[in-house]
């Protein structure tokens, strides 16, 4: 995994959030429940994103979090960044305490490129990116199965 369970469930929890309209909050408790993630850590972990500023909180019987912003202007590093830090895609994968362009470890210049385009990924896609994908595949699944049949029981029949 490129980043950490607890970046993995906010980015659930945002793809989650960028689907509720504007103006509401999403509980916790829903959030947990349809994307099968643990309540009680969910909501650390999106009390800690509400602190950075990257969500919006509210207390009550309609309360909940809400995205800060528009979900095409979120980036994944941001999440990243703000739960997991970036150190660990700076530091040498070998363990080495010097390890730079002049003195490379072993692994140095295939994990400069890899870090390289895990860093370009996650600076490049937004919320509003994954929600989107996540919502052309959920169409896909719910074609109904007879006119995936059609199709597949179509083709090379001429």
């Not at 980015?11 to 916790?28: E, N, S, T, W, Y």
């Not at 972990?45 to 912003?69: D, H, N, V, W, Y």
């Not at 996650?122 to 719910?142: F, G, H, N, P, S």
Request: glycine share 8%; hydrophobic share 40%; aromatic share 6%.
């Amino acid at each position: 995994m490129i980043y950490s369970r607890s970046a993995e469930y906010a980015i659930r929890a945002f793809v989650h959030l960028a689907q509720v309209p504007d103006g509401k909050f999403a509980m916790v408790k829903q959030i947990a429940e349809q994307e099968g993630i643990p309540g009680h850590f969910l909501a650390k972990i999106l009390q800690q994103l509400a602190r950075k500023g990257l969500l919006r909180s509210s207390k009550g019987p309609t309360g909940g979090f809400c995205l800060r912003g528009p979900s095409n202007e979120i980036s994944l590093i941001q999440i990243v960044e703000a739960l997991d830090g970036l150190q660990d895609y700076q530091k040498c994968v070998s363990g080495l305490a010097e390890c730079t362009d002049d003195a490379p470890c072993g692994m140095h210049d295939s994990w400069k490129l890899l870090r390289s385009r895990i860093m370009e990924y996650l600076e490049q896609t937004t919320i509003a990116d994954l929600t989107a994908a996540l919502e052309q595949k959920r169409r896909a699944l719910e074609r109904p199965k007879k006119a995936r049949r059609a199709l597949a029981g179509g083709r090379g029949r001429d």
